[in-house]
Nanobody, 123 residues
């Protein structure tokens, strides 16, 4: 019912830029959204998060290079990635947490993940 749809991944050269998008559909009251990345066989790590109050949090490794933003009217979060490095060639996952409104007795807190979008950083 509630879905996160990611887009914007692809191939970029080292030092290049890419912009990821994640759109939320469904009856969902968002507390926060963010981006995580995961390499094969490794844990999923925080990249950036943002609340509806525009409070942001970034991994130390991306501060100054990545920018997370949101468009409440479109229920969409973006990740602008600049000066990309080869080590950052991972699958990037959109994350959202909040409450799904199903009814007076059926509201529930959810943590949702998008399908993942592959970012390749290579010459």
């Amino acid at each position: 019912q509630v879905q996160l749809v990611e887009s914007g991944g692809g191939l970029v050269q080292p030092g290049g830029s890419l912009r990821l998008s994640c759109a939320v559909s469904g009856s969902f009251s968002i507390y926060a959204m963010g981006w995580y990345r995961q390499a094969p066989g490794k844990q999923r790590d925080l990249v950036a998060t943002i609340t509806l109050r525009n409070i942001t949090n970034y991994a130390d490794s991306v501060k100054g290079r990545f920018t997370i933003s949101r468009d409440n009217a479109k229920n969409t979060v973006y990740l602008q990635m600049n000066s990309l490095e080869p080590a950052e060639a991972d699958v990037y996952y959109c994350y959202a947490e909040g409450v799904e409104t199903m009814g007076a007795d059926t509201d529930r807190f959810l943590e949702l993940w998008g399908q993942g979008t592959l970012v390749t950083v290579s010459s």
